[in-house]
């Protein structure tokens, strides 16, 4: 059993195809099979070598491995030459020398009389030996088949035009490339956006014409932004890749666009492992799902908090490396993942949790320092200094013990000490537990930036 996803690559790849690429992936790996990745890159004009890295870079983040490919249609025109001297040789195909002027009158007469905007057959008969190509449809009878999601569909060939498949300068159109090479590639299950569904039908009748056996269709339906119309640019992040420059795990995006769409009862997370036992192409909803960002984040965090650390250390680097942290003038990064990983909801949250613990800072926030360092609160970090330096143990029991000691001392609650301390050694006074971070920062930078809050204080 073989699926395939052929991305045109005339830019990124965008949730709507990943989603495709997945949805095609979980059938072949559900069916044992295999999966091709395709390039069709046809259009030359559009086409470029950027967006082919983009498509690529953008299934290898998201693990989508592919069993064969990528194969570029540009490599294989002269077996589109091959089908395209067939077809006319056994007069299902025809040259056509209509200029763009009669085409265009054409339709404009055809609509202004209420009938359907298509080709008249005009050139049919005049045996031309230039021009582009048209494919002879039939014009009795009805094109009808089974279609995963949209269930069955069938349409007469009276409403089917004689599409052209090749243009004037040779060179093969999507309908026709499309089926030459689902055919020699031997794809089973051809799953694809439901903009192509009014395609279907011109193309079984090419299957037809050459007496090649038809494949199973999926049409899925498209993905809309929150206010119902279809997801783009101006809803956030369309691109893949975008998603991980936003710090969100591949395996969390993944989990979230299977459920655009398909649904296994009310289970919201899924392991890969779950996806491919229970996924399945005609659970597919018929209607257009709706993107919801929220949602996306929450079950972000939800990976973020359940992932192994390896994995999630190994899609944070790329997020350190962007920062220029050094996790060798640290502690160990395991351990600062370990005390970020509940409180962050991204990568890039978490990326940026890791700062303090590699690099030092040569200011404090302005504006928190002036609330939280004072004449007032300098007789309290200078005696947590002065404890804290005492310390012969340094680890986070001992420095809450500290903090607990100079609470007594001076007659205060633990927020009139561990606001100004968390400041201190965060620099911007984000910090999760203070005596864990303040373990992992380690006694020396710790001391050095309580120092530099005191001599803050001094110069007020």
């Avoid at 470029?48 to 998201?62: H, K, N």
């Avoid at 299902?92 to 609509?111: H, P, Q, T, V």
């Avoid at 395991?334 to 940026?352: F, G, I, P, Q, Y």
Wanted: include cysteine.
């Amino acid at each position: 059993m073989k699926s395939r996803f052929a991305p045109s690559p005339t830019g990124y790849l965008h949730i709507g195809g990943a989603r495709t690429a997945l949805f095609a992936w979980l059938w072949a790996r559900k069916n044992n099979g295999q999966f091709t990745l395709r390039i069709e890159d046809t259009d030359r004009e559009r086409s470029t070598q950027a967006s082919v890295d983009a498509i690529l870079q953008g299934m290898e983040w998201l693990g989508l491995d592919y069993d064969e490919g990528p194969i570029y249609q540009t490599d294989r025109f002269d077996r589109y030459e091959e089908v395209l001297s067939e077809l006319l040789q056994i007069g299902k195909a025809y040259y056509c020398e209509c200029s763009k002027e009669r085409l265009e009158k054409l339709r404009e007469d055809k609509m202004a009389a209420g009938e359907k905007a298509k080709y008249d057959g005009c050139c049919r008969d005049k045996n031309l030996s230039g021009g582009v190509i048209r494919f002879l449809n039939p014009d009795d009878g009805k094109v009808a088949f089974r279609d995963h999601v949209k269930g069955d569909i069938e349409i007469a060939n009276s409403e089917l035009d004689d599409l052209i498949i090749a243009r004037s300068d040779g060179s093969p159109t999507y309908n026709l490339t499309v089926v030459v090479d689902d055919h020699d590639m031997a794809i089973d299950c051809v799953v694809r956006g439901d903009d192509h569904i009014n395609n279907t039908p011109k193309q079984i009748n090419l299957y037809t014409a050459l007496n090649w056996g038809l494949p199973a269709f999926a049409h899925v339906p498209m993905i809309l932004g929150g206010d119902g119309a279809r997801l783009s640019k101006r809803h956030g992040a369309v691109n893949v890749m975008a998603y991980r420059d936003e710090g969100f795990l591949p395996k969390a995006l993944l989990n979230y666009i299977v459920r655009l769409g398909w649904s296994h009862g009310d289970q919201e997370v899924f392991s890969l492992a779950e996806m491919i036992a229970l996924f399945d192409l005609d659970n597919i909803n018929k209607a257009p799902a709706s993107f919801n960002q929220d949602k996306l984040i929450w079950l972000n965090q939800s990976y973020i908090k359940s992932t192994e650390i390896s994995e999630l250390i190994q899609h944070l680097q790329w997020h350190l490396e962007g920062r220029s942290i050094d996790v060798n003038d640290g502690p160990r990064l395991e351990d600062v993942v370990e005390s970020l990983r509940d409180r962050s909801k991204t990568l890039v949250e978490m990326a940026d949790g890791c700062v303090m613990f590699y690099q030092d800072f040569a200011a404090f926030d302005e504006k928190q320092a002036r609330k939280q360092f004072s004449s007032k609160s300098q007789p309290t970090i200078e005696a947590l200094y002065s404890k804290l330096s005492a310390l012969e143990v340094w680890n986070a029991e001992a420095v809450h013990g500290a903090i607990q000691g100079v609470c007594e001392q001076e007659g205060v609650g633990f927020g009139k000490v561990g606001q100004p301390f968390r400041l201190a050694l965060s620099g911007d006074g984000k910090a999760g537990s203070i005596d864990v971070c303040a373990e992992l920062v380690g006694k020396d930078r710790t001391l050095d930036r309580l120092q530099m809050a005191i001599d803050f204080i001094k110069a007020l």
